[in-house]
Structures are given as structure tokens and as C-alpha cells.
């Protein structure tokens, strides 16, 4: 058997583990969505008529909006990755996976694996609400996939480095403290919320350089009547790339881990 025919494997294994922890616990996925849902429903309605400011991209904000909730969701639901990382450690689990042949990518994919199912389930219902409450995709079934997709990328950066962080920090405290840094910060310096037209100026420049931005780039421009496909494949690239970064990181502190126990 191959060397990359095992690792999949082993992945699938992996990954199998943690849906069906998931699976034991469903209303893990709706609750988790009680945030983004309360940003979408309520700030949509709260702020619509900004939407008649002078160089808003659209007419509705809710549509402006919608792609904006599904990238958070991503953002802050991988965010919280490494917690059970971290349970793992306390629970032995972890000691267990490093002294088996199973191999440190696979732990780190199998992980993974279902941190993006996750995500994909809530990016639906989002989106799914979002139709509801008014919104349009005008790009179509493409545009919503490259959003999802969009999303699906950001989720991968945010999980992986998530667990790198668990691992080298072993203390939910800590963990708690890193994440809620990182990503309050990092929704508020985007277009999460407004466009690039009625930020100050300084928030666009550092919104050019956040990953989050990038997603929301992505699926605000896949989603337009005449999108810039270009623009939109070219933010795609810049997070497959933080996505494989995050993923050496990881791989590489399970490794660090394993030589200090």
C-alpha cells in the first residue's frame, strides 16, 4: 500500500471519529449558529437603510450582509478547534494517536475533516436564511459554491491554526484568550459589515492584507450581476495558500508536541 493511499485512509479513520462525536451531539451545529443568525437577522434589519448611502454596492443590505455572516460563522466556529485538541490532550486521547503509526497529517486532515463538514452544514443554513430574509444571488449556483467554498478555506486556515495554538498552549483559558483576539479584530478590520467605500481609510489598507477580507471578496464579488471572476479566483489563491501555511504549522506543532512528552 502507498504511502499516500495509507494517509488517506487514516484520515477517513479520523475524521469518522470526530463526525460521529458530532453526530452525538447535533444541536452542537444550532447552537453554534445562534450568533451569526442573531448578526444576520437583527443587524440586517437594524442598519438596512444604510444601504441608500452614496456608493453602497447594492440595494439591499441583507444581501450585502449574507456573505459577510457566512465567512464570520466560518471564522469564528474553526476558531474554537483547538479546544477539542486539547481535550484530547487531557483526556489522553492525543498521547495515544502520536505513539500509533498513524501519521501526523492524517491526525491533523482527520481533524479537519470534520470541522469542514461543520461549516458546510451552517454556510447552507445561512445562506438558506439569508434567501428568506430577502436576499438574491444574482451570480447563481456558482457564485453561492465559490462563496461556500470561500468559507470552507477560511474555516481550514482558522481550524488548523486553531489546533497548533491548542497544542502549544494546553490551557483552555489561554486558548480562549487567543481566539477571542484574534477574531474580533479581525471581523471589525474587513468589509464584513461595510464596504470599502465607507470605511476610513486606514481600516481599507489593513482590510487589503486580512484573510478574512479576503472571503468576503470573494463572495460579495462572485455574487453580482457582472462579477469580476478574476479578481474573485485571485482571493481564492491567497487563501489556499494560507490555508496549506496553517496546515504545515500544525502538522509541525503535533511534531513539537511529540518531542516534549
Known amino acids: 500500500m502507498s504511502t499516500l493511499t495509507l494517509t ?6 479520523i475524521g469518522v471519529r470526530h463526525v460521529r462525536a458530532l453526530l452525538r451531539q447535533p444541536a452542537f451545529v444550532m447552537i453554534t449558529l445562534v450568533q ?11 442598519f438596512k437603510s444604510v444601504s441608500r448611502l452614496p456608493g453602497f454596492t447594492t440595494d439591499s443590505y441583507i444581501e450585502f450582509l449574507t456573505p459577510g455572516i457566512v465567512v464570520m460563522n466560518a471564522m469564528f466556529s474553526n476558531g474554537w478547534s483547538g479546544m477539542s485538541v486539547i481535550n484530547d490532550l487531557d483526556r489522553g486521547v492525543m498521547n495515544r494517536f502520536l505513539v500509533s503509526p498513524v501519521s501526523r497529517g492524517a491526525i491533523t486532515a482527520g481533524h479537519l475533516a470534520n470541522s469542514l463538514v461543520t461549516t458546510l452544514v451552517q454556510s447552507l443554513i445561512i445562506i438558506g436564511l439569508g434567501l428568506l430574509a430577502g436576499a438574491r444571488f444574482h451570480g447563481g449556483v456558482l ?11 477560511l474555516g481550514a486556515a482558522f481550524a488548523t491554526f486553531s489546533d497548533a495554538l491548542g497544542l502549544l498552549m ?22 464584513l459589515l461595510m464596504p470599502s467605500t465607507e470605511v476610513t481609510p486606514w481600516i481599507r489598507d489593513v482590510a487589503a492584507y486580512n484573510p478574512v477580507n479576503w472571503a468576503v471578496e470573494v463572495g460579495r464579488e462572485s455574487l453580482n450581476a ?3 471572476w478574476g479578481f474573485a479566483f485571485s482571493r481564492l489563491g491567497f487563501l489556499v495558500l494560507l490555508c496549506l501555511a496553517c496546515l504545515a504549522m500544525a502538522i509541525r506543532a503535533f511534531r513539537s508536541y511529540q518531542k516534549s512528552v
Request: charged share 10%; no cysteine.
Open 8 to 13: 488517506m485512509r487514516q484520515t477517513g479513520g
Open 36 to 46: 451569526p443568525v442573531i448578526w444576520l437577522l437583527l443587524f440586517g434589519q437594524l
Open 143 to 153: 457564485a453561492v459554491l465559490l462563496l461556500i467554498l470561500a468559507a470552507l478555506l
Open 170 to 191: 494546553r490551557k483552555e483559558e489561554s486558548m480562549i484568550a487567543a481566539v477571542t483576539f484574534l477574531v474580533l479584530p479581525m471581523s471589525f478590520l474587513s468589509t
Open 226 to 228: 457582472n462579477p469580476d
